[in-house]
C-alpha cells in the first residue's frame, strides 16, 4: 500500500508506547531492513513514540557516558543559583544555556514547568574527533550563535561530559535518519544533505520532586509537542514521569525500561510528512519523592533547510497543509513562545 493511504487506514488509537527492537539498526539484511523499517512506519503512524531497545547490540552511548552526562548534570544543578544565572538562556539569542525553574511554560494553557534546564548544541571537543560534523555552520540564521558553559572552577569537567555525551546520541541519531526516510517511502539517503550540520540540541533537565501541597496543575514539563525532526530521550531509571496523549486524550504512562531509549517524532518531521508521522504530546511530572534527572537530544535538520514535504507525503488529494519556513525559524518561534511566556 503506498504511505498515504497506509496512513488513512492506521487506528491511531494506542494505550501502551510499543517496544522496537534496533539492534538491527545496521544491518544489510535486507530482510531485517525491511521489518525494521516498517515498524518504524507503523509506530511513527499510530503513536509518534516507540522504545527503541537494544536486545542484541548495545545502543551505542555507553553506560559511563550516560552516568558522566548524569553526575555532571547533579554537580551542574546543585550550584548557587546565582552561579547558574550568570549564564540564563534568555540573554542568548538563541535560549542556550541555563533555564530556571518555572522559566519555560511548554503548556500555554497550563502553568510553568517545575524543572531547571541547560541547553546546547555541537561544538568541537579539544583532543577527541567528531568527523561527522566538521562542516558545522553556527553563524548564520535565525538560530546564529554558539553555546555558553559555566567556569570549569564551578563546575569542572561538565563541558567534556556533556559534549561526551552529545557526540554519542547524534552518532545514534544519524543512524536513525536512513530509517526514517526509508520509512516514508523516500530514498535512505533523503536527509544527508538536510542534516550536514547537526542541528541537534542537547538538554540536561532536573526535576526536582513534587510533593507536598503542590498545585495539580503543575508539571515537571506541561503538555507539548517536541519541535526537531525526532527525540532521543534518556530518562532517569526507576522513576514513572512521562506520560503520552492517546487520541482519546487518555495519558498513557512511559515508564523508563532498562536497555532502552524512548524516541519520538517531532514537529519537524511531522511537517514534512504532512501529518502522516505524528508529533505527539506529552508531558512529565515527577511525584516520585526524589529527584529525577532526564536527557533529551533533539534533533532537527540544519537551521538554515526549509521545512518542504516529503514528495511521497502529499497528493492531489492531499495537499501541504503548512507554510514554509526555515527549520531555524521554527525552532526559534517555538523558544521565544516558551521562554517569553
Ligand atoms: O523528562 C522527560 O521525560 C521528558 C522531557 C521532554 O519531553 C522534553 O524536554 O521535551
Ligand atoms: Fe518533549
Given at each position: 500500500?503506498?504511505?498515504?493511504?497506509?496512513?488513512q487506514s492506521?487506528?491511531?488509537?494506542?494505550?501502551?508506547?510499543?517496544?522496537i527492537d534496533l539492534s538491527q539498526l545496521s544491518s544489510k539484511d535486507p530482510d531485517a531492513r525491511q521489518a525494521l523499517v516498517a515498524a518504524i512506519r507503523e509506530a511513527c503512524i499510530r503513536v509518534g513514540f516507540f522504545y527503541g531497545?537494544?536486545?542484541v547490540s548495545n545502543h551505542g552511548i555507553p553506560e559511563e557516558t550516560i552516568e558522566g552526562a548524569k553526575e555532571a548534570a547533579k554537580r551542574f544543578f546543585s550550584l548557587p543559583l546565582e552561579k547558574k544565572m550568570e549564564i540564563e538562556n534568555k540573554k542568548q539569542p538563541n535560549f542556550k544555556g541555563y533555564s530556571p525553574l518555572f522559566s519555560g511554560k511548554n503548556d500555554p494553557y497550563g502553568a510553568a514547568d517545575l524543572q531547571e534546564g541547560f541547553e546546547f548544541g555541537w561544538e568541537p571537543l579539544e583532543g577527541t574527533t567528531d568527523e561527522g560534523n566538521k562542516e558545522y555552520d553556527n553563524v548564520s540564521g535565525a538560530m546564529a550563535g554558539g553555546n555558553v558553559w559555566p567556569s570549569p572552577n564551578d563546575a569542572a569537567g561538565f563541558r567534556e561530559a556533556a559534549l561526551k555525551?552529545?557526540?554519542a546520541a547524534t552518532a545514534l541519531g544519524k543512524t536513525m535518519f536512513p530509517l526514517f526516510a526509508q520509512a516514508v517511502d523516500a530514498p535512505a539517503d533523503f536527509f544527508d544533505d538536510k542534516t550536514k550540520h547537526s542541528a541537534a540540541l542537547m538538554r540536561l533537565i532536573h526535576y526536582p520532586?513534587?510533593?507536598?501541597?503542590?498545585?495539580d496543575r503543575t508539571m515537571g514539563i506541561g503538555a507539548h509537542t517536541d519541535w526537531?525532526?525526532?527525540?532521543?530521550?534518556?530518562?532517569?531509571p526507576g522513576i514513572q514521569a512521562l506520560q503520552v496523549l492517546n487520541s482519546s486524550n487518555e495519558w498513557v504512562n512511559a515508564p523508563p525500561i532498562p536497555g532502552t531509549l524512548v524516541i519520538n517524532i517531532g514537529d519537524e518531521l511531522?511537517?514534512?510528512?504532512?501529518g502522516i508521522f505524528k508529533s505527539t504530546v506529552h508531558r512529565a511530572v515527577n511525584r516520585s519523592g526524589v529527584e529525577r534527572y532526564s536527557i533529551p537530544l533533539?534533533?532537527?535538520i540544519d537551521f538554515n533547510t526549509p521545512l518542504e514535504p516529503i514528495p511521497t507525503c502529499v497528493s492531489a488529494e492531499r495537499p501541504f497543509k503548512y507554510e514554509i519556513i526555515t527549520a531555524g525559524e521554527y525552532i526559534k518561534s517555538r523558544l521565544q513562545a516558551t521562554y517569553n511566556h
Open positions: 500500500m503506498s504511505l498515504i493511504a497506509d496512513a492506521a487506528d491511531t488509537q494506542f494505550h501502551e508506547v510499543p517496544i531497545a537494544f536486545l555525551y552529545y557526540y520532586p513534587q510533593t507536598g501541597d503542590v498545585d526537531e525532526i525526532f527525540t532521543i530521550l534518556w530518562q532517569q511531522a511537517r514534512m510528512t504532512n533533539f534533533f532537527g
